[in-house]
């Protein structure tokens, strides 16, 4: 069983990492984009297993954490979140 403590900090790190994932996205799709196709697929693959390995390390030095099903709605959510933020931000830019 895990304590109530780390399981907090998993969902914490779990939604900041969701953001800072999208973050990465946003920054690095740009980019991804400009090449031929080959290299989109191999670049998003390296992308992809970069943050997942980044992901598992992380929590594996909170407190050898197990992956669990809240972590991956935590990720959703800290992801879905950075968009509202950014479109309400464009949205009060506009005005």
Request: glycine content about 4%; charged content about 15%; aromatic content about 16%.
């Amino acid at each position: 069983m895990i304590s109530l403590n780390i399981q907090i900090k998993l969902l914490v790190f779990s939604l900041i990492y969701g953001f800072l994932f999208s973050i990465a996205l946003d920054i690095l799709y740009p980019l991804i984009k400009k090449t031929n196709k080959v290299y989109q697929v191999i670049l998003s693959f390296i992308f992809i297993l970069l943050m997942a390995i980044i992901y598992f390390v992380a929590i594996d030095k909170i407190g050898y954490v197990i992956f669990h099903l809240y972590s991956i709605f935590a990720i959703i959510i800290g992801f879905v979140s950075y968009d509202i933020i950014i479109r309400v931000i464009a949205k009060n830019i506009k005005r």
